[in-house]
């Protein structure tokens, strides 16, 4: 059988997950019945509708097998990009027809270009008002000639789509994908493989309870079958393992075949001590492939065990070996992660940007894991620190606010568009956005788009004003009362509501002021028998604000914490005793 191997690749939200699902309904491997976004099964996924981790599926159109990969449109995901790219021969670009290309864009499309993949540009959401196809088109290509394109690729066929419709076409509208899969199999080539001794190089892991280890990649020579013996070529040495089973991918499902198709994305079992990187090759032909080339990271953090006075309550696992058990866990697939242990039960995590780490910190807190996050720092490179790319869209009349936030984080803009709306580029430094989208999301109310990439490394910019305010800090331990929030809230915006229970250097809230302030939430009214005019009147409070874990990281200072639970996110200054925090402050 033939074989077509392609990656889908755009910018978040720009439709990726929901032309693969119409791909499958076209060839009947999906009901309607099994919803939408149906690749993207993670409840995080879910929760915030991007894809985080690469999937892997397969139709057959015309009597040709095309493995789909669909990869993450976020550069903080760039490592599962580069996976999917290892395993195919081309690419399908999916732009939005009204955005046109974004940061997003310029991260995956230039991962595709340098690894020599044939492009297909797909125009979607043409049905939107604003869509600008044709000008969308131009500025695609202009795109890819600056990314240094080869003539072969900028020689790309193009088509219109509405991805949720289920339609595409190249001239006139069709009612189906029928002129994509046309498309796929004329202008991506079939898989590049040797006869000889099999080789494969693992992009990806799985594990089984019955079959253990599962390795999944492209065959690159030969083949492979069940009950045979292969050598796992890792970077410090070689292992033997026999293989259990042999999978391929049909629709949705894994199916077990007798031996592997040269050329195609199959999963072989049994493979223990198989990681990511390494290659399964033939027992008598033992012949190592490039091992993947991952970005450095640009973000780092320190994680500990928790030691707050409530640790262990709400987390089922809260030791310092339990967090090393995951974390090492975590290396084996999530490879543009770094983990190094610095002290007893201090690990210091270094990711792709704050969402990579946030989203690991976030599937932990999930899985019962109980600890304590620092402020995150950016890393810096032979004396020079990272930069990004940063896209923003916003109405006219909010553009000058956000216009005066940048410049205040040292951001230079570097291309503007004027029209309904004002979009602006922006070169800035990747610290200055620790905390920037809830200070965007309220100086645009609500009506603002930003995204960014990694753009490069530069010299540093000095200091960035991040943060005007102080925190709030509980100086008694108790349980918060109304009476204490209403007479503090005019200099406080709190986190907390009555009822809520607090510790000794939690911090409740933030200060209006850049100072920190030391509060006493557990105060009660005094009852007594004589009544004054005026002190029964109504309390009325402000509602509290409830931080996500990533602007709960994005307020952190230096001296503070952040307590992660199963159930809750506290902030807390790493000394709790306040009158011990004075005195370190006046030295």
């Given amino acids: 059988m033939e074989i077509r191997n392609i990656a889908i690749i755009a910018h978040v ?15 009947k491997a999906l009901s309607k019945e099994e919803g939408e976004r149906i690749l993207d099964s993670g409840d995080l996924e879910k929760e915030r509708g991007i894809t985080i981790l690469a999937k892997n599926t397969a139709v057959v159109w015309g009597g040709v097998k095309v493995n789909i990969v669909d990869t993450p449109g976020h550069a903080d995901f760039g490592g599962e990009v580069e996976r999917a790219l290892s395993l195919v021969d081309g690419v399908l670009l999916l732009v939005d027809a009204a955005e046109g290309p974004m940061p997003q864009t310029r991260f995956v499309l230039r991962k595709a270009l ?9 125009l979607n959401k043409v049905d939107k008002k604003e869509a600008r196809p044709d000008e969308v088109l131009s500025l695609t290509f202009d795109l890819m000639v ?17 991805g949720r419709e289920g339609r595409a076409w190249r001239e006139a509208p069709k009612e189906d994908l029928s002129e994509l899969f046309q498309t796929i199999l004329e202008h991506i080539p079939s898989p590049r493989w040797e006869e000889g001794p099999f080789q494969l190089l693992v992009a990806n892991l799985d594990h089984s309870p019955y079959l253990g280890r599962i390795a999944i990649g492209k065959v690159a020579r030969g083949r492979v079958r069940k009950g045979e013996s292969v050598a796992i070529l890792k970077e410090d040495g070689v292992l033997s393992a026999r293989v259990v089973a042999v999978y391929t991918h049909q629709g949705l499902e894994r199916v077990e075949v007798e031996e592997s198709l040269p050329g195609d994305i199959v999963a072989v079992a049994g493979v223990e001590g198989a990681e990511i990187g390494d290659t399964l090759a033939a027992q008598e032909a033992p012949e190592a492939l490039p091992r993947l080339q991952v970005d450095e990271p640009t973000v780092a953090l320190t994680l500990t065990a928790n030691t707050s006075p409530f640790a262990g309550r709400e987390g089922r696992y809260v ?32 990711g792709r940007g704050e969402l990579h780490l946030a989203i690991l910190l976030e599937t932990m807190r999930r899985e019962g894991y109980e600890f304590s996050v620092g402020q995150p720092w950016v890393l810096t490179k032979d004396g020079l620190e990272p930069y990004e790319l940063l896209v923003v869209e916003v109405p006219q009349d909010r553009f000058g606010s956000v216009m005066e936030a940048l410049g205040a984080r040292r951001a230079e803009m570097v291309h503007m568009e004027v029209g309904e709306r004002v979009r602006a580029e922006f070169v800035i430094p990747a610290r200055a956005l620790f905390g920037f989208r809830s200070l965007f999301l309220s100086l645009t109310g609500g009506e603002g788009l930003m995204s960014h990439t990694f753009h490069g490394y530069g010299p540093e910019a000095g200091p960035i004003p ?18 204490s929030l209403n007479r503090l809230q005019e200099r406080v915006q709190f986190f907390i509501e009555p009822g809520t229970e ?20 557990t105060i009660a009214k005094k009852l007594t ?10 309390i009325r409070l402000i509602p509290p604000r409830r931080l996500s874990l990533e602007e709960a990281l994005a307020f952190l200072a230096e001296d503070e914490l952040l307590e992660v639970t199963p159930k809750s996110l506290r902030l807390r200054k790493k000394v709790l005793d306040p009158s011990t925090r004075k005195r370190l402050v006046g030295r």
Avoid at 114 to 122: F, H, R, S, T
Avoid at 146 to 162: K, M, N, R, V
Avoid at 502 to 521: Q, S
Avoid at 529 to 538: L, T
């Fill in 466 to 483: 991040t943060r005007t305010t102080g925190s709030a800090v509980a100086m008694e331990a108790g349980v918060a009362t109304a009476y």
């Fill in 146 to 162: 600056e990314l240094g394109a080869s003539d072969d690729q900028l020689d790309f066929p193009y088509l219109y789509a509405i």
């Fill in 13 to 27: 939200d720009h439709g990726k997950t929901t032309l693969v699902d119409a791909m499958l309904r076209q060839v």
């Fill in 502 to 521: 607090v510790y000794v250097g939690m911090i409740v809230g933030e200060h209006v002021r850049e100072n920190d302030l030391d509060v006493n939430v």
């Fill in 114 to 122: 340098g690894a020599g993949l044939k492009p297909i540009v797909v």
């Fill in 529 to 538: 028998n004589v009544r004054a005019a005026g002190s029964d009147e109504n």
């Fill in 319 to 350: 030791t310092g070996q339990k967090l090393k058990e995951r974390l090492l866990k975590e290396l084996r697939t999530n490879v543009a992660l770094q983990v190094e242990e610095v002290g007893p039960e201090v690990f210091e995590l270094k």
